[in-house]
């Protein structure tokens, strides 16, 4: 079991981080290229959902399952806003509707970070 305390601590060294070359360096330092893939990916299928590609599209382009998709897209959809269900008729998928504006803005006001899922392609 991973002590509370030590995670916060490690999220708390990284916001204090201006730099990015310090951000790199802790993140290389820490994480194994297999990890940092890993967190890439999922940063990647993030962006991903929020422009609106299938869930098919983005396991097939990025050779990943089904879970993994699911598991960021629940991660978006997470937080205190209402988010309404509508079914899109030609993708067969539910697509999220906000009441106060799109996926992205809700989740910069909620994350500084949110940045992150334009800004890497």
């Known amino acids: 079991m991973i002590n509370k305390k030590y995670i916060e601590g490690i ?17 290389e330092g820490i994480l194994t290229n297999a990890e940092i893939k890993d967190l890439y990916i999922r940063i990647d299928i993030a962006r991903r959902l929020l422009e609106g590609e299938s869930y098919t599209i983005i396991r097939g382009e990025l050779h990943v399952g089904y879970d993994t998709v699911a598991r960021v897209k629940r991660w978006l959809e997470a937080g205190d806003y209402e988010i309404n269900r509508k079914k899109k008729k030609s993708q067969k998928i539910y697509e999220p509707q906000y009441a106060d504006g799109t996926l992205l ?3 910069k006001k909620k994350y500084k970070g949110a940045n992150i899922l334009t800004d890497i392609s």
């Open 11 to 27: 999220y708390k060294k990284i916001s204090k981080m201006n730099k990015a070359d310090d951000v790199q360096n802790f993140i």
């Open 105 to 107: 803005a809700i989740l």
